[in-house]
């Protein structure tokens, strides 16, 4: 018998897949389907840095601090009345604000997860977009960074793939080379 396992009773072979032993009538101990299968696990996700979004954060903060005081010291030459300068103040916060959180929102959409079957990229905030790269279809992962992404440790991975969609791109990422070691453990895995 090729294709046979023991039973635990009598040591009799069992054709595998069979519940009772054909010698004695034990009951087969079954694996459960999630034994004889690999589970799915998420081994990272990441999404593009912050760093920027802070730094247009800043930028509006100090734009603001600078209307302020410049109101400040028109309203003190008695050049503008108090609610104009509000209302300036008020303006240019707004106007300062959009980039900064249009970045944020930019940011906040994108979603790149590996498991330890396949590279999930999700985006969008309200309508989501999932697209699904099998770990068995990646054919290179290659890691770039520019002069002031390696200065702030941070850098694009770009992955080929055999699927339809060719190459994607996981821009500003922190510690690139982590993660891209991990797809890289991972393709080793499946080959």
Not at 67 to 93: C, E, F, N, Q, R
Request: aromatic share 8%; glycine share 6%.
């Amino acid at each position: 018998m090729t294709n046979s396992v023991f039973c635990n009773q009598c040591g009799q072979p069992v054709p595998a897949g069979s519940r009772f032993c054909n010698g004695c009538g034990a009951t087969m101990a079954q694996k459960p389907k999630a034994e004889m299968a690999e589970q799915e696990r998420d081994l990272f996700t990441v999404r593009p840095t912050m760093i920027f979004v802070y730094l247009w954060y800043a930028l509006a903060v100090a734009v603001v601090i600078t209307a302020a005081v410049l109101m400040g010291i028109l309203s003190s030459k008695s050049l503008s009345d108090d609610m104009t300068a509000l209302y300036v103040i008020g303006g240019i916060g707004i106007v300062a604000f959009i980039i900064p959180v249009y970045k944020h929102i930019l940011r906040l959409r994108e979603v790149y997860t590996l498991t330890n079957f396949k590279l999930e990229m999700r985006y969008g905030i309200i309508a989501k977009r999932i697209h699904n790269i099998p770990i068995n279809k990646i054919q290179d992962v290659m890691v770039t960074s520019s002069v002031w992404q390696r200065f702030l440790n941070l850098g694009d991975i770009i992955i080929d793939s055999a699927s339809d969609t060719g190459k994607i791109h996981l821009d500003d990422i922190h510690h690139p080379h982590r993660y891209a070691e991990q797809i890289l453990a991972e393709m080793r895995r499946w080959n």
